[in-house]
């Protein structure tokens, strides 16, 4: 690792204006991603705040019949929640089929959402890329591919943003409470990351100084069809090929509401409402479910290893809708 | 040689409970817990494998809780409670998960077998795991290149059935 310094952020405010302050500064929490990226030298942070002794440590309900999953909550202690469990379940679904126990013991909830991608270029230093070095050129797109980009790739980029976790909320509306030095504001899920364009370098909407402090979940939790469905070479402790996270509201055999996000396919949680709303008001058949999977891939770019993936993505949205339907909420 | 004219930053102390005892460090920022552990506190039961949080080898319990040691900075594990595989055996007795590895042969080279314990002693204070594939999921941070896995799967089936840790 590169030398940097380091300091402690005693509340919200002094971890903003230090990191206004200081050049290259990053915050730390779990640290779990940015060590590794530290260690490798994608990432080269000059100066660590370690927000860790900041509250938002709580998962507490919120004035509007929600949740508000405190930033630095883990991932296990938000997966492990009984307000989670029972409200929420897809998102406790999610959150344990990524990673592994020791990471999610440490891995923050904030942090989780800033995790980097894991594209084999964007961790190969020796190898160009434009989200580690912009304008060198992406190795991706004509290199090996399996694992990355379908959906709202671009010329420069086609990582995939590889949270377990984000895809849920994505599904559940969650939106992102955050401060920085201008003051606090939220930011709907669907808005936080980015598509790459010609910026794959930067992966949120997040500003340099801004510190995610909550993350909010509006009270509709589909406890009762959910499903989280995760595509992936072994069956613990790798990322997705293709994940869904799929909610069902019925009434009898008829769709009140569907929700599907995707995960594994595009720079972010992939949730197409437009094509959600095909669903609604229709019966609950397979037939049905595979027109929203078509919907919900069109437009969709293989770029050769991962041309498998757009129809696996479809069969899963199919699946994850069954399962969710039967409740069969295991993946 | 050009001389090397790069300033670094200072060290400063870092005071780390570890096994019962308070431990006083001068290391610098980036030093992880695992290099803490075993090149400044040369307690070398810990493991580094793959120093990237993969394989498992550096678990250790802080809190009571299984963490990669490898992808935490010491500097912020200060003020917590750090167990490492020294420290399990109490009064010239092994840790019955020790114990159930020698029993059970889980293991053969031995070099992932510190974080394999540390890591179903956690798994066992989660209380999370019920069924064998839940066994096996939730230790799948603890890789063993000799595959020993089986039998480490009924130490840990053993370990939960048996509930208590110390």
């Known amino acids: 690792m590169r030398p940097f310094t380091y300091t402690k952020a005693a509340d919200v405010n002094a971890a903003v204006q230090e990191v206004s302050t200081h050049e290259g ?3 730390i929490a779990g640290g779990t991603n940015l060590l590794d990226l530290m260690k490798i030298d994608v990432m080269r942070p000059a100066h660590l705040i370690d927000v860790t002794h900041i509250a938002h440590k709580t998962i507490e309900e919120n004035d509007k019949g929600g949740l508000r999953i405190g930033a630095l909550v883990t991932n296990n202690d938000t997966a492990y929640n009984e307000l989670v469990e029972k409200r929420y379940p897809l998102l406790s679904h999610a959150i344990l089929a990524g990673a592994t126990a020791q990471l999610r013991n440490v891995a923050t909830d904030g942090g989780n959402l800033l995790q980097r991608t894991r594209c084999y270029y964007f961790y190969d230093t020796a190898t160009p890329c434009n989200k580690r070095e912009p304008g060198s050129g992406c190795s991706a797109i004509k290199g090996y591919n399996r694992d990355l980009a379908i959906l709202g790739t671009s010329e420069h980029c086609i990582a995939t943003h590889p949270s377990d976790m984000a895809v849920a909320l994505a599904a559940l509306d969650a939106s992102i409470h955050v401060t920085g030095k201008d003051g606090e ?41 959910y499903t989280y469905l995760k595509l992936r070479d072994r069956a613990s402790y790798a990322f997705a090929l293709v994940s869904v996270a799929a909610a069902l509201e019925l009434d009898g055999t008829t769709i009140k509401e569907a ?67 039967k409740m069969e909420a295991a993946s | 040689m050009e001389k090397n004219t790069v300033e670094l930053p200072p060290t400063s102390s870092v005071t780390l409970r570890v096994n019962g005892l308070s431990r006083q460090l001068n290391i610098a920022p980036w030093t992880t817990l695992l290099d803490a552990l075993r090149e400044h506190l040369h307690l070398s039961g810990t493991k580094k494998g793959c120093d990237h949080g993969q394989c498992g080898a550096c678990t250790v319990l ?26 399990l055996a109490k009064e ?25 314990i540390c890591s179903v002693i956690g798994l066992v204070n989660e209380g999370k795991a019920k069924t064998m594939d839940d066994i ?31």
């Open chain 1, 25 to 27: 500064a990053k915050f």
């Open chain 2, 92 to 116: 010239g007795e092994l840790h019955p998960v020790q114990q159930a590895f020698i029993d059970h042969d889980a293991f053969q080279c031995g070099y992932c077998t510190p974080g394999q």
């Open chain 1, 185 to 225: 504001r939220t930011i709907p899920i669907l808005d936080f990351h980015r598509l790459p364009g010609d910026t794959p370098h930067i992966d949120t909407n997040l500003k340099e100084d801004e510190l995610i402090t909550s993350i909010d979940l509006p009270a509709k939790g589909f406890p009762e069809h």
């Open chain 2, 62 to 87: 802080v809190d009571g809780k299984r963490i990669n040691s490898c992808l935490s900075l010491a500097v912020m594990q200060q003020d917590k409670k750090i167990t490492t595989i020294e420290g």
């Open chain 1, 259 to 325: 929700r599907i996000a995707l995960g594994g396919v595009a720079h972010k949680p992939w949730r197409k409402p437009e094509a959600e709303a095909i669903l609604q008001g229709k019966a609950a058949t397979t037939e049905n479910f595979r027109e929203v999977a078509e919907a919900y891939l069109e437009g969709a770019k293989g770029y050769g290893d991962n041309d498998f993936k757009i129809e696996l993505a479809k069969r899963a949205i199919v699946r994850a809708l069954e399962q969710a339907l």
């Open chain 2, 136 to 166: 096996r999921d939730l230790m799948s941070g603890n890789v063993c290149r000799c595959g020993a896995y089986v039998n480490i799967v009924k130490v840990a089936q053993e370990a939960l059935e048996r509930g208590e840790i110390r």
